[in-house]
């Protein structure tokens, strides 16, 4: 296996877990009334779903590509 598909392997699972957290935070009170009041989650809980979107895509892409 070659060392790009490690680090895509790792980037997925990473991606993956703080997709969980974000989920998780935005289940919270604090995110809860966040999201009624202003229609938007708070900063910290759109962190981790951003930064685990991105993580989840660039692994992707690293696993293709790296089976080529």
Do not use: H, P
């Not at 989650?41 to 930064?51: P, Q, R, V």
Request: overall charge negative; cysteine-free.
């Amino acid at each position: 296996m070659k060392t790009q598909q490690i680090i895509g392997i790792a980037l997925l699972v990473l991606g993956l877990v703080l997709l969980f957290f974000g989920y998780q935070a935005s289940q919270g009170l604090e995110d809860q009334l966040s999201e009624a009041f202003t229609g938007e989650y708070t900063d910290n809980t759109m962190i981790y779903w951003i930064a685990g979107g991105v993580s989840v895509v660039v692994g992707l892409v690293m696993l293709v590509a790296g089976k080529k």
